[in-house]
T-cell receptor
Framework: ETGVTQTPRHLVMGMTNKKSLKCEQH?????MYWYKQSAKKPLELMFV???????ENNSVPSRFSPECPNSSHLFLHLHTLQPEDSALYLC?????????????FGEGSWLTVV | GEDVEQSLFLSVREGDSSVINCTYT??????LYWYKQEPGAGLQLLTY?????DMKQDQRLTVLLNKKDKHLSLRIADTQTGDSAIYFC???????????FGSGTRLLVRP
């Protein structure tokens, strides 16, 4: 499945580093998402972009900064993270329409903050 | 509020049927989904059902929806070791792009 591609697949960063996660969707969808998956909590929606406009910021700390330059690409810029931010970060896309919103996920980026 | 609940763990023998259950609270849910997550991977969409349907079958997968009880189930026939994974139930509403996920059910298939 290559509809939604995420890089890197694995990332280890120190608390003072700045890094970015990248996501690209090849499905022609109009919406893209960042989700966080950690061992302790259910899947958490972080950000939603609909036609490149951010429509949802789910009380995410400012050390996570999303960027959506076009409807096919989505970034998550990371800076001064904490060890508790270690998790699997999942990008997803969908075609929002009147007949539903089926979301397709990428393989995820495993982030470890040391 | 919106809430989706699943049991945490299910163990079955290879060749048996597996039934994974899910309950949700929002009666205005329009679509209900099942996703599969294998170790180290993202979520793979397995199937979904529209709320005006009672049942949907796709090869070895059968989805049953009891809208009155707000209960969704996924039946996997002839379960194989490759079916071992975490299965997530999710709901969405017609007017919303948000999916509300359950915590996932870990399915272990014993040889």
């Amino acid at each position: 499945e290559t509809g939604v591609t995420q890089t890197p697949r694995h990332l280890v960063m120190g608390m003072t580093n700045k890094k970015s996660l990248k996501c690209e969707q090849h499905l022609g969808h109009n919406a893209m998402y960042w989700y966080k998956q950690s061992a302790k909590k259910p899947l958490e929606l972080m950000f939603v972009y609909n036609f490149k406009e951010q429509t949802e910021n789910n009380s995410v700390p400012s050390r996570f900064s999303p960027e959506c330059p076009n409807s096919s690409h989505l970034f998550l810029h990371l800076h001064t993270l904490q060890p508790e931010d270690s998790a699997l970060y999942l990008c997803a896309s969908s075609q929002i329409s009147n007949s539903g919103n089926t979301i397709y996920f990428g393989e995820g980026s495993w982030l470890t903050v040391v | 509020g919106e809430d989706v609940e699943q049991s945490l763990f299910l163990s079955v023998r290879e060749g048996d049927s597996s039934v994974i259950n899910c309950t949700y609270t929002d009666s205005s849910s329009t679509y209900l989904y099942w996703y599969k997550q294998e170790p180290g991977a993202g979520l793979q969409l397995l199937t979904y059902i529209f709320s005006n349907m009672d049942m949907k079958q796709d090869q070895r997968l059968t989805v049953l929806l009891n809208k009155k009880d707000k209960h969704l189930s996924l039946r996997i026939a002839d379960t194989q070791t490759g079916d071992s994974a975490i299965y997530f139930c999710a709901e969405s509403m017609d007017s919303s792009y948000k999916l509300i996920f359950g915590s996932g059910t870990r399915l272990l298939v014993r040889p």
